[in-house]
């Protein structure tokens, strides 16, 4: 008998954790099983293969900003906003994608669709009966449940999109298929299974949470911070293309370590001149733990969970929205500092690593967090997971 094919879908994100979040619920399910991986973005497909999925590139939901930035430009007031941003405008964009993914899950035999930023895909696959699975963090898997999207923060408050208008093109769209009217735009994301990873303050939309929390993404340290003295530093995307970001961390006086998955031409060799010590891979979170005394990083949300429960301070340059949440969250906490992107300085930066990284008290609350984050935990992330698989694997097995 022939194992079952699973399709691990992403649609849109650019950084690694999208991928490691797959990668997570893939080794979940145990034995028996076969994995696609249908990818917007084939940067890090080296977190696929390293399992053995069949890597092949899908359709990418292509963020438009060009109305945005600039003097003029309009902050997104909604998830629904950023929706339209991706192509949810255009009921053609939206058609030609729901129909590729139902051509691929039909030809491939696939048996059940495990989607992480991949609304389209669950679309697709609840149209021919194929059993859903949808992952993610708070903020990129909102509860389907809503009527609509909420505005996130009340100075973003103007929008370029009519949520009833996308939520139209979807429904003419899937109308297509005999397929029912969706209630509103949030069911998108509707799925027979709903995994958030995330920690409830880190989550915008606790409110209408309906499904429970798992822990997030990310490697919990047996170790709590203490005595360590190294910055280090995480950027995953486009961070270090600001040449403010790149002369502050080679400036900084105290000892750095970093992990850059894919730094532009010379900024390695330039950062490593000025003393930082850059490692080849990923960094066991142990020592991470043991030797930081802050963690330099744009908001995403698996490094800074790591530091959350590592018990180390951040620093956070926030390069969109999403980041910009997870930063403003773990600020209020007192465990972080939040640094704007627009018009960022060397010097600003500098000052703020400092005063940071000497801050005794923001320190303590950050280990104080830790302790408690950790004290809650219900049980193996890992296993909690599997547990939550379990009636669907026994289906999927037959």
């Not at 949470?209 to 490697?219: E, G, I, T, W």
């Not at 950027?235 to 900084?252: C, P, R, W």
């Not at 930082?276 to 891979?281: K, N, S, T």
Request: net charge neutral.
């Amino acid at each position: 008998m022939a194992r079952p094919r699973i399709l691990l879908a992403n649609e849109f994100g650019a950084g690694r954790g999208h991928l490691v979040t797959l990668r997570q619920l893939a080794r979940a399910f145990g034995d028996g099983f076969v994995f696609d991986a249908a990818l917007g973005r084939r940067e890090h497909d080296d977190v696929m293969t390293s399992f053995g999925a069949d890597v092949y590139d899908g359709p990418r939901l292509n963020y438009r900003n060009a109305r945005r930035i600039g003097p003029d430009g309009v902050r997104t007031a909604t998830w629904g906003e950023f929706l339209g941003d991706l192509g949810f405008d255009r009921e053609k964009r939206v058609g030609d994608i729901v129909a590729w993914w139902r051509h691929v899950i039909s030809s491939r035999a696939i048996a059940m669709v495990v989607a992480d930023y991949a609304p389209l895909a669950l679309l697709a696959a609840r149209s021919l009966g194929v059993p859903t699975l949808a992952t993610g963090t708070g903020y990129g898997l909102p509860p389907w449940q809503m009527p609509d999207f909420p505005m996130l923060r009340p100075e973003n408050h103007v929008r370029l999109h009519d949520e009833a208008e996308l939520l139209a093109n979807v429904n003419r769209v899937m109308g297509g298929y005999s397929f029912a009217p969706l209630a509103g735009l949030p069911e998108v994301y509707r799925a027979d299974l709903t995994l958030v990873r995330t920690l409830p303050f880190l989550d915008p939309y606790h409110p209408w949470r309906r499904d429970a929390y798992l822990p997030p993404v990310a490697d919990i340290s047996p170790l709590t911070a203490a005595s360590g003295d190294e910055v280090f530093i995480y950027f995953s995307t486009s961070e270090m293309e600001d040449d403010a970001v790149v002369e502050a961390v080679s400036q900084l006086r105290m000892p750095r370590r970093g992990y850059l998955p894919a730094p532009p031409p010379g900024v390695a060799e330039k950062l490593a001149a000025s003393g930082m010590i850059l490692e080849a891979g990923p960094l066991p979170v142990a020592q991470i733990a043991a030797r930081s005394r802050l963690v330099l990083n744009a908001g995403q949300h698996g490094i800074m969970s790591l530091a959350l429960y590592a018990g180390v301070p951040q620093v956070c340059l926030p390069q969109h929205q999403e980041q910009m949440w997870h930063a403003r969250a773990a600020e209020r906490k007192g465990v972080a500092r939040v640094v704007p992107k627009q018009g960022l300085v060397a010097e600003a930066l500098i000052a703020a690593i400092e005063d940071s990284y000497a801050d005794d008290a923001m320190f303590d609350r950050a280990r104080h967090l830790a302790d408690t984050l950790k004290a809650a935990l219900p049980g193996d992330p890992d296993a909690m997971t599997a547990a939550m698989l379990r009636p669907m694997t026994a289906r999927l097995r037959g």
